[in-house]
Structures are given as structure tokens and as C-alpha cells.
């Protein structure tokens, strides 16, 4: 099975700034990755698929991008609603796998 | 739009089984392209994929659940079921529908929207 590692695991940031958050899978996917967002107690949302397309309704805020084994996630100026937990997902191979998840923090 | 609802026992005991349906609206799951699924998220694994099924009949499982996951459909009530059976506290989770989304091939898609999720304990 792929293995997807995200780093760092917990991110503090003031509101404003611009975060970016790794995944790296154990081989390669080429572009077959997603991107979520999940707040406490809710589902996790699609955010970008294909490693760097966004979902409609999306905030242009958010960005994706990389290829083969590492992707990363932007947010370029983080609002007080961006403040989650953020999962990657492979899907090039079976089975699909995730990532152990990024809490973003407000700091 | 398309929504989804978990629904089913809370509590499981150590060795039976645990059953989940999920209610679908917005969409109809015995048409169209998408297939559906169950997704579940424990603290101690994070985010795993259990399972999906399209209304041929067509079900592809995680290898590390296989023999104890089935997943079924009750198109006249547009909702599909989760059974996993001989559960042990591992098997603690919330547990997720979702409607998938296609990926390089049908068995490994994204999953777009899910259910709110239900946490399912298994304890005596």
C-alpha cells in the first residue's frame, strides 16, 4: 500500500499569512491526489483534486500543486475559517490512502 | 444537492457485527456513474477507505477488511448499507458514506460530498 506522510503535523499561523502544508507518498502517484478540509466534529470537504484542481465553490484562496511523490497545499492569506485539520489522499493505487492529517492553528 | 446520512447503532459489543445505512437525497444511486461508499476515521489510523459499490452490483473492499466487510444497496429506498463483522475495539470509528468521485480507475476514487459521520464504539 502507498504510505502518504504529511508534514507538519500541527501548524500555528496568524490570520493573514500565507501556510503551506506538504504530502509525500511513499511512491508515485503522478497527479491522482486530494486535498481536504476538516473542521472538529464535521465531514471532512473536498477542497482540490487532481493535485491542483479546485473544487467549484473553493476559495481562490487555496492552491495545489506537485507531481510524482510530493504536493503541497497553499493558502495564501488564511481567514478565521480556514483554521482545520487538512487530510491528503492518494488515488492512483489501490487501495486509496490518506494522509495523518495537518492541524492548522490559530495563533 | 446531493446529501447523505449515516445512520445505526451507536454501541456494537466485541464479536458481533456492526450495520450502518446510509440514506441518500439529492441523487439517485441506481443511475448515473458514481459509485458509493464507506470511509471511517479512528485517532489511533486517521482516514481509512473501507469500501464502495455501484449499482451493478460491483463492490470493491479494502484488503485489510475484506473478509469481514459487505456492502449493499437498497435502490428502492436509495440508500446502501455497511456490515462489518467480528468487531473488536479496533473497529472504533467514525464512520462515513460518501459519494465517489472517479480516479484513475473505479476502485480507486475521491470522495465527494460525505455524510456527517457517526461514531460507532465497540465495547462489552
Known amino acids: 500500500d502507498i504510505q502518504m506522510t504529511q508534514s507538519p503535523s500541527t501548524l500555528s499561523a496568524f490570520v493573514g499569512d500565507r501556510v503551506t502544508i506538504t504530502c509525500r507518498a511513499s511512491?508515485?502517484?503522478?497527479?491522482?491526489l486530494a486535498w481536504y478540509q476538516q473542521k472538529p466534529g464535521k465531514a471532512p470537504k473536498l477542497l482540490i483534486y487532481?493535485?491542483?484542481i479546485l473544487e467549484s465553490g473553493v476559495p481562490s484562496r487555496f492552491s495545489g500543486s506537485g507531481s510524482g511523490t510530493e504536493f503541497t497545499l497553499t493558502i495564501s492569506r488564511l481567514q478565521p475559517d480556514d483554521f482545520a485539520t487538512y487530510h491528503c489522499q492518494q488515488y492512483d493505487s489501490f487501495p486509496s490512502s490518506f494522509g495523518q492529517g495537518t492541524k492548522l492553528e490559530i495563533k | 444537492q446531493v446529501q447523505l446520512k449515516e445512520s445505526g447503532p451507536r454501541l456494537v459489543k466485541p464479536s458481533e457485527a456492526l450495520s450502518l445505512t446510509c440514506s441518500v437525497s439529492g441523487s439517485s444511486i441506481s443511475t448515473g456513474v458514481h459509485y458509493w461508499g464507506w470511509i471511517r476515521q479512528s485517532p489511533g489510523k486517521g482516514l481509512e477507505w473501507i469500501g464502495s459499490m455501484f449499482h451493478s452490483g460491483s463492490t470493491y473492499y479494502n484488503l485489510s477488511l475484506k473478509s469481514r466487510v459487505t456492502i449493499s444497496m437498497d435502490t428502492s429506498k436509495n440508500q446502501f448499507s455497511l456490515r462489518l463483522s467480528s468487531v473488536t475495539a479496533a473497529d472504533t470509528a467514525v464512520y462515513y458514506c460518501?459519494?465517489?468521485?472517479?480516479?484513475?480507475?473505479?476502485?480507486?476514487?475521491?470522495?465527494?460530498?460525505w455524510g456527517q459521520g457517526t461514531l460507532v464504539t465497540v465495547s462489552s
Open positions: 460518501a459519494r465517489t468521485r472517479p480516479g484513475v480507475v473505479p476502485e480507486t476514487p475521491f470522495f465527494d460530498p
Open positions: 487532481k493535485a491542483s
Open positions: 511512491q508515485s502517484i503522478s497527479k491522482w
